[in-house]
């Protein structure tokens, strides 16, 4: 009969961020393990956690492994076994390999011979069994961001295992784990009820987390905070400002949440929203609250992790620690005002960006200096972006973003506005920095974009000209972020420009030799062009259309992009899969590098002189309309070529004995494809045996 499986690893306080993404892992590395050792389950199989235990519960798997019943390929025949027909040392280590007797050994038929074959037969054993040898294991195979080791053991885990509850049918399953042993027992609350529970099935398990003040369902404790919050802002008149970020953080730093309002002094509200905010929400894990107008209000929410006797002292220990807090804040604040923003450029010459790229300050003229390029080309107002681009760095010599790094360009706007800099200058030093994640919000002015892509292009360029490449899942600068926040901003904004330019002018900062120079241009773009393929498979185009379009030309995103929609779209149409054929086969015969012209006289059937008279029609309009981006016009044009290419491929003999026929056929071939090959690369398009068939 099924049985219920019940385990628990409890542990010290895990970190927040390691919660979530181990309590997925958990579930997918259990189902793989079922499905390994033939283990079938029913029902939802549940990951649960706290930062003190990690839960994993299956209402339902069999009592035995399902049966194996399977056959090995082995060696072929004339291997196994000698002229004699006696096994060879080759069919005795495959039978030993495999657990069965030479004997036992068959022989069967395959396209390319004989070989020989073991059938393997395996009766499945208890599931408690299973669990009891594949469990250790399987705790251990949990990944985390960091792992540790303690007290002189061998293993390692996230923080230091304290006890460990295995049951399968309401028995304990039995092993060891580095001399910690499994079994039936649990534990409550750290500080609330830090004694143990018996456990005798996950019913009794989840009736008395609770009362031992242990929620063990991450969900149920974010619903709680989320309703605890709001009661409590609407009591002071307000509510929560909106971060659900923070709501997942906390929800995985307790294991019982409370929340307490506290409040601080009304004077700190002339600093400006964004430090006060910051401060609470990264050195204390404070919820901020604001009114209907969204102004801040002289309050905080902080979520306990237990339940005092007398919550006002946890109210006033919080109280007094972010008081603290939001007087050093003032303080900075109030330092950093005695300094128009434009006096703190000159430090920068102090601060170091990169050992291989200068200074902060050598950076800042870089950016500048690209920044006129772009404000150019883009009619932006010059001035502005350029001033803009003078000043975007200078707040990081300030103390609030000293203290609170996550406020550069918030703060430089702020200063900048205090130092009676114009607003639209103020605001593109704040813009430059966006968009700073996935998702986030684009700069509104053209000035702003214009020195937040010319702060990225500077890194890319110049961390490829140091030799600071990205390399596998290593990228310690950032630049894969950067180049599609770059992207990002160009297509938003439909932006025709040359990346290839935009680069040499960037490198040109570097002052890089000419030879150094042509690599890291190469090398750049092409890095670039990668991130736009990525982004493209991400909204769902094929990666071979992708990749075929990204290869030819690239060097307006722009443009790239919308030449992979329209091959995308040409796809889906019923000429695709016999016009990509027909190219491919006319790819493969033509010499690499061929070059000819086509002469009318050398024409001799009527199919290729249909071809070539239709291809002369085309071959103007395609040209016309890709110059002016309509591909999806121009490759529905070259489509127009598959009928008279289909007619030429089956009655023309393209490799004619008389030479000048041969090369004559072989041109008009080459200018076929050349019409595609100057929108995509058709010989980097997928086409399964099926489909070229069709």
């Known amino acids: 009969m099924p049985k219920e499986f019940l385990l628990e690893i409890g542990t010290e306080e895990i970190p927040s961020r390691f919660v979530g993404p181990a309590l997925e892992k958990m579930q997918e590395l259990f189902i793989q393990l079922l499905a390994s050792g033939r283990v079938a389950l029913t029902g939802e199989l549940k990951a649960l956690g706290t930062p003190r235990r990690l839960v994993l519960y299956a209402p339902s798997l069999e009592e035995q492994q399902a049966d194996l019943s399977k056959e090995v390929l082995g060696p072929p025949r004339k291997v196994a076994y000698d002229t004699e027909g006696k096994p060879t040392k080759a069919a005795l280590v495959f039978a030993e390999k495999n657990g069965v007797t030479v ?5 069967k038929s395959r396209e390319r011979g004989e070989y020989v074959v073991a059938r393997i037969d395996e009766k499945g054993g208890d599931t408690g069994q299973w669990l009891k040898q594949v469990l250790p294991g399987f705790i251990l195979s949990i990944p985390f961001q960091k792992s540790m080791r303690w007290m002189g053991k061998d293993i390692r885990f996230a923080r230091p295992i304290h006890w460990i509850l295995a049951l399968w049918g309401g028995s304990v399953v039995d092993f060891e784990l580095d001399g910690l042993k499994s079994g039936n027992l649990s534990r409550g609350h750290r500080f609330m ?81 964004e430090v006060l905010i910051t401060a609470m929400r990264e050195h204390q894990r404070f919820f901020s609250i604001v009114n209907q107008q969204g102004e801040l209000l002289p309050s905080f929410i902080t979520i306990s992790n237990t339940r005092a006797e007398d919550m006002a002292v946890v109210r006033a220990g919080n109280e007094r620690v972010l008081a603290a807090r939001l007087s050093d804040a003032a303080y900075f604040f109030d330092h950093d005002l005695k300094h128009p923003l434009a006096d703190r450029v000159e430090g920068l010459k102090k601060v170091t960006f990169q050992e291989k790229l200068g200074t902060v300050y050598d950076k800042t003229m870089r950016i500048k200096a690209l920044t006129s390029h772009l404000a150019r080309l883009l009619n932006a107002d010059s001035s502005v972006a350029e001033r803009a681009a003078f000043l975007c760095k200078a707040d990081l010599l300030t103390g609030i973003v000293g203290e609170f790094p996550k406020l550069q360009g918030i703060m430089g706007r702020q200063y900048a506005l205090s130092s009676g800099e114009d607003r639209v200058v103020a605001e593109a030093i704040a813009e430059h920095y966006l968009p700073r994640f996935a998702g986030d919000a684009l700069p509104k002015s053209l000035e702003g974009m214009c020195v937040g892509v010319a702060d990225r292009i500077d890194s890319i360029a110049g961390c490829f000209s140091a030799g600071l490449i990205p390399s596998g899942s ?65 909204e769902g185009l094929r990666p071979d259309v992708v990749d075929a379009a990204l290869l030819v030309d690239f060097d307006d995103a722009l443009i790239a992009r919308e030449k992979v929609r329209a091959l995308d779209g040409l796809r889906l149409t019923e000429d695709y899969q016999p016009l990509v054929t027909a190219l491919k086969r006319a790819g493969n015969i033509l010499p690499k590098g061929f070059e000819g012209a086509v002469k009318k006289g050398l024409l001799k059937q009527d199919e290729e002189k249909v071809l070539h008279a239709v291809y002369a029609e085309v071959r103007g309009r395609v040209e016309q309309k890709a110059a002016a ?66």
Do not use: W
């Open 629 to 694: 981006l309509d591909f999806r016009g121009a490759l529905a044009e070259i489509a127009s070529l598959r009928k008279p290419v289909d007619a030429f491929f089956d009655k023309v003999m393209v490799m004619d004995k008389d030479e000048a026929v041969k090369a004559n056929r072989l041109a008009l071939l080459a200018g076929i494809t050349g019409l595609f090959s100057g929108i995509a690369d058709f010989s980097r398009l997928v086409l399964s045996t099926e489909e070229a068939k069709t």
């Open 103 to 107: 004997d036992a050994l068959s022989i």
């Open 474 to 538: 290593e990228d310690p600068y950032g630049l894969r972020r950067q180049s599609v926040a770059v992207l990002n901003m160009l297509l938003e904004r439909a932006v025709r420009m040359s990346l290839r330019a935009l680069i040499a002018q960037a490198c040109e900062g570097y002052g890089l030799k000419t030879a150094d120079r042509a690599r890291v241009e190469a090398e750049t773009l092409d890095f670039i062009r990668q991130r736009l393929a990525g982004m493209l498979i991400a």
């Open 193 to 273: 009820s830090p004694g143990a529970f018996l456990v005798k099935d996950f019913k009794t398990y989840a009736a008395q987390a609770e009362p031992n003040f242990v929620v063990l369902d991450p969900e149920v404790r974010k619903q709680r905070i989320v309703k605890q919050t709001g009661e409590l802002a609407k009591s002071v008149g307000g509510a929560v400002l909106d971060d659900a970020g923070l709501v997942d953080e906390v929800t995985n730093l307790v294991e019982y949440p409370v929340a307490v309002l506290g409040s601080f002094d009304r004077q700190h509200l002339r600093i400006p929203k």
